[in-house]
């Protein structure tokens, strides 16, 4: 079964900093898919970023990029000049891979909520 | 670019009463999926929806079904309502075996 963890419940970062959240997951598959969502309090799941397990190169998506640790199963996600619209709460999820698209269904995380000090 | 719809936003049930939640997927998209988000945790997968038939289920009791119109929204039901049923659901679509998945704003359904 697939897990995916996120030990740190709230983080607070200053404007114009940089922050790294933390998510561990864990899977006995080789093909698979890691995310980072965004949840502002409009409740609408965003996509930040998206990285597959077979590449080996960090996503990266303007100030947010990913440090993909395959081996150790780690995935944590840096916001680089945080901005006051950072602040939300931040969800990894994993989904399985297959028949070169997907399959399974998204498992997230418990999340981290973000604060951004001004 | 029509996103994912959900209605209502908000909802108040009483045990044991039943509820219909609604969802209308992103243009183009024919696979929907819901979520369950409790206050303070991730999303959990209840069902998908794929061609009007139930792809893959969630651990969630038989309460708990679904449906798919032909124009590919979707019905959530949940009969006999707990209080431990009060949540966000949250509805996304997507294309069978893709990664991209659009969320919907969810319905927040509380039980008194």
């Known amino acids: 079964a697939q897990t995916v963890t996120q030990s740190q419940p709230e983080m607070s970062v200053q404007e114009a900093e940089t922050v790294t959240l933390s998510c561990t997951y864990d899977t006995s598959e080789s093909d698979y898919y890691l995310f980072w969502y965004k949840q502002p309090p409009s409740r609408q799941m965003i996509l930040v970023i998206r990285q597959e397990a077979y590449k080996q190169q960090n996503a990266t998506e303007n100030r947010f990029s990913v440090n993909f640790q395959k081996a150790a199963k780690s995935f944590s996600l840096k916001i680089s000049d945080s901005q006051l619209g950072d602040a939300a709460m931040y969800f990894c999820?994993?989904?399985?891979?297959?028949?070169?698209?997907?399959?399974?269904?998204?498992?997230f995380g418990k999340g981290t909520k973000l604060s951004v000090k001004p | 670019d029509a996103g994912v719809t959900q209605s209502p936003t908000h909802l108040i049930k009483t045990r044991g009463q039943q509820v219909t939640l609604r969802c209308s997927p992103k243009?183009?998209?024919?696979?929907v999926s819901w979520y369950q988000q409790a206050l303070g945790q991730g999303p959990q997968f209840i069902f998908q929806y794929y061609e009007e038939e139930e792809r893959q289920r969630g651990n969630f009791p038989d309460r708990f079904s679904g449906h798919q119109f032909p124009n590919y929204s979707s019905e959530l039901n949940v009969n006999a309502l707990l209080l431990g049923d009060s949540a966000l659901y949250l509805c996304a679509s997507s294309l069978p075996a893709g990664t991209g998945y659009t969320f919907g704003s969810g319905t927040r359904l509380t039980v008194v």
């Open positions: 243009s183009g998209h024919d696979t």
């Open positions: 999820a994993s989904l399985l891979g297959g028949y070169g698209g997907s399959q399974g269904n998204l498992i």
